[in-house]
């Protein structure tokens, strides 16, 4: 069974730094392409950030690009999104999730994905 268990989120002024991470069990890490995502109250699941199962393959959306930085650590299960110069609109509960397919890469967005952790809350004041 696959679980993902997102960390890191909280209240942040601002113009600040985070750094979210997701831990992975239950499937062989090294093998899926990781995407992070996030969700705003009354808005839809917005793709914010995917990585290859190397690594060497990144995707950022426009609004994140420069400022967000996702990483993945294969010996330890977890895929990271650093964050910097947050703004306001940058609150959002964030949740990682995993390609459907092994050793495939995709930047389709929400429905190329599955196994959804239960998402970490950031919220940056202004």
């Known amino acids: 069974q696959v679980e993902l268990v997102e960390s890191g989120g909280g209240l942040v002024q601002a113009g600040d730094s985070l750094t979210v991470s997701c831990a992975a069990s239950g499937l062989i890490f090294s093998a899926y392409t990781m995407g992070w995502f996030r969700q705003a109250p009354g808005k839809e699941r917005e793709f914010v950030s995917a990585i290859s199962w190397t690594g060497g393959r990144l995707y950022y959306a426009d609004s994140v690009k420069g400022r967000f930085t996702i990483s993945r650590d294969n010996a330890r299960n977890t895929v990271y999104l650093q964050m910097n110069s947050l703004k306001p609109e940058d609150t959002a509960v964030y949740s990682c999730?995993?390609?459907?397919?092994?050793?495939?890469?995709?930047?389709?967005?929400?429905?190329?994905?599955?196994?959804w952790g239960q998402g970490t809350q950031v919220t940056v004041s202004s």
């Open positions: 999730a995993r390609k459907l397919s092994a050793y495939t890469w995709s930047t389709g967005g929400v429905t190329d994905f599955g196994s």
